[in-house]
């Protein structure tokens, strides 16, 4: 009796699963991360960036500076991320990636206060440009800061979860500025700086302790990594994407308004849409890249994108437009956690050399970027105002990036 006492309490205890309380530590440490990257992102790139374009008429109106003034100001954000890709990795060595993304939080925080008040064109040009280096800054470092402590099957998940924020920058510069400016231009600079000190010190504590150890430099011994044919190609994919984005990306809202004749207000709708599709766009394409492989993935979405971008030269009834909007503005962050997934897989096993490719291929992106926006911005000058060549040149430069992967996929399986 009493052996069998014992036996049914022995059986009644729940089976302990070996790791499992370990593992659901590591898991919320996981999205802990995932949200600070999250966080970093909505402030360096999405509110930094996207918040500027609703000003603009504000800006003009209240005759802080003149409209062409005002085109070098926003150029000076692209320079700024150029400058920032380029020097991320340097900063980072000196002080640590993790001080480095909490300083550029704080700086791109400070640069909206700054904003608050047209001191003079230098000094709004200067706080324009630090604005988009904390954004280059924080996409080369924020995701080579978390995506060591995730594992590799949830990669594509959490890259996507990070930059969802750039996503929410969009949706928030069509949603969150216009309810600003109703309390006034220099309330609406405060109400960003604000929003962006809230996040930056939400953020602050939730970063991977370990990431600045990992910012060490490698061995002098250590072997110079030779990037292979298919990490130069992705490079310059990646660089060609970011082509395609500029048409939907600067001339979208000017297309809608005044190329078609409905007006800024169903402009604006197109880009909350716009806004909406960046949002879902990096958790669904890192979702597909886990569970497809990140190759298969980057052909699919080059596709797909390709398709959405050249719709508005087939047609511009409602359907298409909305459809067009939703999906290129899914890939203008989406296309992020696939590329830094498919870095992964083709540099396995060497994270300080992850890391340098991704900040080779955010200045190609930054590089290709900044020249597609001056040039379609000449194209359009000189053609008269014709949009629809700007969205057949995007759509033509997402396929050459489609043709590239494909036509090396051929040659590799030739050799094989």
Not at 100 to 119: G, K, Q
């Amino acid at each position: 009796m009493t052996e069998l006492s014992a036996g049914t309490k022995h059986q009644s205890r729940p089976h302990q699963r070996p790791g499992s309380t370990s593992q659901q530590t590591t898991s919320r440490k996981t999205w802990r991360y995932a949200v600070a990257g999250l966080s970093a992102s909505l402030v360096g790139l999405g509110l930094a960036r996207f918040s500027y374009t609703p000003l603009i008429p504000a800006l003009i109106a209240a005759k802080w500076f003149s409209a062409s003034d005002v085109v070098y100001l926003g150029a000076a954000n692209l320079a700024g991320y150029l400058a920032g890709a380029l020097a991320a990795r340097a900063v980072a060595a000196r002080v640590g990636a993790v001080n480095a993304l909490r300083a550029m939080m704080l700086l791109a925080t400070l640069s909206f206060f700054a904003s608050s008040t047209p001191v003079s064109f230098m000094w709004f040009f200067a706080w324009r440009f630090l604005s988009g280096l904390t954004g280059g800054i924080i996409m080369v470092l924020a995701a080579s800061v978390i995506l060591p402590h995730t594992s590799p099957a949830r990669r594509g998940i959490v890259g996507g979860v990070i930059f969802a924020g750039v996503g929410l920058g969009v949706a928030a510069s069509g949603t969150l500025v216009p309810l600003l400016l109703q309390q006034g231009l220099q309330q609406s600079w405060y109400g960003l700086g604000v929003l962006s000190a809230v996040l930056t010190l939400a953020s602050w504590w939730n970063w991977p302790a370990e990431a600045k150890a990992a910012t060490a430099p490698e061995p002098h011994h250590t072997k110079r990594h030779r990037a292979s044919p298919a990490e130069r190609a992705l490079l310059i994919q990646y660089g060609l994407n970011a082509v395609a984005l500029v048409p939907h990306m600067v001339f979208l809202v000017d297309f809608v308004a005044r190329g078609l004749g409905q007006g800024i207000a169903a402009g604006s709708r197109y880009w909350v849409l716009y806004g909406l599709g960046a949002i879902v766009g990096p958790l669904v394409t890192g979702q597909l890249g886990d569970r497809s492989g990140f190759g298969p993935a980057l052909r699919a979405a080059f596709l797909i994108e390709a398709a959405a971008v050249l719709l508005p030269t087939v047609s511009t009834a409602p359907v298409s437009l909305i459809v067009s909007s939703v999906v290129v503005g899914g890939f203008t962050p989406g296309i992020v956690p696939l590329v830094l997934g498919r870095i992964h897989e083709l540099v396995p096993h060497a994270s300080e050399q992850q890391r340098a490719t991704w900040s080779h291929a955010t200045t190609s992106f930054a590089l290709f970027q900044a020249a597609a926006a001056y040039g379609f911005s000449w194209i359009y000058a000189n053609t008269g105002g014709d949009y629809l060549v700007l969205f057949a040149l995007g759509g033509g430069a997402v396929v050459l990036a489609l043709a590239i992967d494909l036509g090396l996929t051929l040659i590799v399986s030739r050799r094989s």
